[in-house]
């Protein structure tokens, strides 16, 4: 047995990577299969997965590679995404890959089902990676287990979830890899790559771009040796930006814009890149010379900004002021975490609370060890992604995924001694609560068993509408009309595109603020303004969905609105019903 425990062991740490790619390979057939009728069905649940498909599919179809405009929305000029072309690689060579053995339809379907997990198998290797060097050889297989417990980070890589959100989260796992790399070379180029990519998919990880950025400064400022580190990186960065600007970013974004990787931001990468670089070949003997340059550099980077590009200084989408506070400031996920409901708040913050204490504890029990000065870039990034749930929930997949490490080491040093008890019931009963806790798992488990801020029926109510209208099986019966512009809900818009022929007015993207306000206009004012509105739009159809979650705020904000009429049954002379399937929750009318 003794014998066996050493080959196996022996075993797990000297081929952790195939036997962490064996892992991503089975949990992905598992995932598949046990989400099955979610691929059968292309249930994207997120507009923004329904878009990133549309996008795919206007590529295939012969689009250019670098226009990203979507063309049925808001038709004729269509509708500017500020997204790049990196993200659709996968999924449209998945799906001439399945095109070989099946009609396109089945090819999307699959390609929409396992295109998510392809970036899991980076995020499995870059948190496996951290945990050998950080807490213990054998202590990967622990990182997988709590990485798969993480409920906001793995939504992110379940099958149809075909947005960018997943490759920057594994991004984002490469990054944490190579900062506590100890080949200095090799973690900058992990680094400074990783964050090319991510700014080259959106720039939803900035933050944590330039939070890695000032760790591996501030490495090379307390030790000198460092210097190949930041140089490596430095060079990684300004020039993945540069590659990732050319090859994959849209004419759209060769504009000034603030929202993506535009001029804008490019040259702030190549402009951090050269002066780092220039940092790493001076190198000075004096720790407070090295200081003092850095703080010269990070100061002439901001002063650089502020000046030639002040109008990035306040929200980067550009929005009008009436759009910010109509839409914007309302969206969920862009609200701190204690606005939300306890339900969801309390599952997505428990996990990045276990792992930054864990990171810090363990930062402090390795201070005299070579392990300090990785845990310590470690404790950093953590907290820092801990505390941004404090500025936006959508941080949660993020925290939750940079605090596995910690979380890891707090296992490592507390289940042993509760498996090792002398007590029976402290060795079981201890051990599965130990467990439950430094893996976050019990917060899931007390909000779904217990009585705690359960939702009520009007949530339900309306979670059910939304779902129900999303559908595609209801949304297909819209095809037994003749291809038309629809004028429908933003929230709606980019699913009924990407299930039917029609086209539509506007969906959720901030770069076209106008076509959203001319739907919140249309159903908040008069009947007259609505009209006036469809008819510009040359609309010839409207879809209504009763008590989808975004026509409930017109008929909060606007009693006796347009929206809020129809919704009593109140239809003006210029609507006509038209049939749908029976039971459909659908309301569909010309437009005469």
């Not at 014998?3 to 195939?18: K, Y």
């Not at 975490?337 to 428990?350: D, E």
């Not at 404790?379 to 490490?405: C, D, E, H, I, K």
Request: aromatic fraction near 10%; glycine fraction near 8%.
């Amino acid at each position: 047995m003794n014998d066996w425990t050493t080959r196996t062991a022996r075993a797990l740490d000297r081929h952790w990577l195939r036997y962490t790619l064996l892992a991503w390979l089975a949990v992905a057939i598992w995932y598949v299969a046990s989400d099955w009728n979610l691929v059968r069905w292309l249930s994207l649940g997120d507009t923004d997965d329904n878009m990133r498909l549309m996008q795919v599919r206007a590529l295939l179809n012969g689009q250019d590679w670098y226009d990203l405009r979507q063309y049925r929305l808001n038709p004729p000029a269509g509708f500017d995404i500020h997204w790049s072309r990196l993200v659709d690689l996968p999924i449209a060579g998945l799906i001439l890959f399945f095109r070989l053995f099946t009609s396109n339809a089945w090819a999307e379907r699959l390609a929409c089902g396992i295109a998510p997990l392809l970036p899991l198998s980076l995020a499995m290797i870059g948190l496996a990676a951290t945990v050998r060097r950080l807490v213990h050889p054998l202590a990967w297989p622990l990182a997988i287990i709590f990485l798969l417990g993480t409920a906001a980070t793995m939504l992110m890589f379940l099958p149809e979830r075909i947005d960018h959100h997943g490759w920057q989260l594994a991004m984002l796992s490469i990054t944490v890899a190579g900062l506590c790399d100890p080949r200095g070379p090799r973690g900058g180029a992990l680094v400074g790559i990783a964050s090319a990519v991510s700014l080259t998919i959106g720039l939803e990880m900035l933050p944590y771009v330039a939070m890695a950025g000032a760790i591996i400064a501030l490495r090379w400022i307390w030790d000198r040796a460092e210097a190949s580190r930041l140089g490596v990186y430095a060079l990684s960065l300004g020039g993945g930006s540069t590659l990732g600007f050319a090859g994959f970013v849209s004419i759209a974004n060769y504009a000034m814009r603030c929202d993506a990787l535009t001029p804008v931001w490019l040259s702030v990468m190549i402009a951090a890149g050269v002066l780092l670089f220039l940092l790493s070949i001076a190198n000075p003997q004096s720790r407070g010379m090295r200081l003092a340059l850095a703080v010269v550099v990070g100061a002439a980077i901001v002063a650089g900004f502020v000046l030639l590009f002040p109008q990035c200084l306040g929200r980067p989408e550009g929005v009008s002021p009436e759009l910010q506070r109509t839409w914007l400031d309302n969206v969920r996920e862009a609200k701190p975490i204690y606005k939300h409901p306890f339900r969801l708040a309390f599952p997505i913050a428990a996990f990045p609370v276990v792992g930054a204490i864990g990171a810090i504890v363990a930062a402090w029990r390795a201070r005299r060890t070579p392990q300090l000065v990785g845990w310590s870039a470690v404790a950093l990034f953590t907290l820092f992604a801990t505390l941004m749930l404090l500025w936006q929930v959508r941080a949660g997949p993020a925290a939750q995924l940079l605090s596995v490490p910690g979380a890891v080491a707090l296992a490592w040093w507390l289940l042993p001694r509760l498996l090792r008890h002398r007590l029976m019931p402290v060795r079981v009963f201890g051990t599965v609560a130990g467990f439950l806790l430094v893996s976050g798992m019990f917060a899931g488990l007390a909000i779904k068993y217990l009585p705690i801020d359960r939702p009520k029926a009007y949530t339900k109510r309306v979670n059910k509408a939304t779902g129900d209208c999303l559908r595609t099986t209801v949304l297909g019966a819209l095809d037994r009309y003749p291809a038309a512009t629809i004028f429908t809900l933003v929230d709606l818009g980019p699913r009924m595109i990407a299930m039917t022929h029609h086209s539509a007015i506007a969906g959720p993207y901030h770069r076209n603020g106008d076509a959203i306000l001319d739907v919140q206009h249309a159903f908040s004012g008069s009947s007259e303004q609505a009209h006036a509105i469809m008819r510009r739009h040359g609309a010839t159809l409207l879809l209504l969905c009763p008590n989808m979650a975004e026509s409930t705020i017109y008929r909060a904000r606007n009693p006796g609105g347009f929206y809020d009429r129809l919704a009593h049954n109140k239809f003006p002379d210029w609507l006509t019903s038209l049939p749908l399937p029976a039971k459909s929750p659908l309301r569909l009318y010309r437009i005469d």
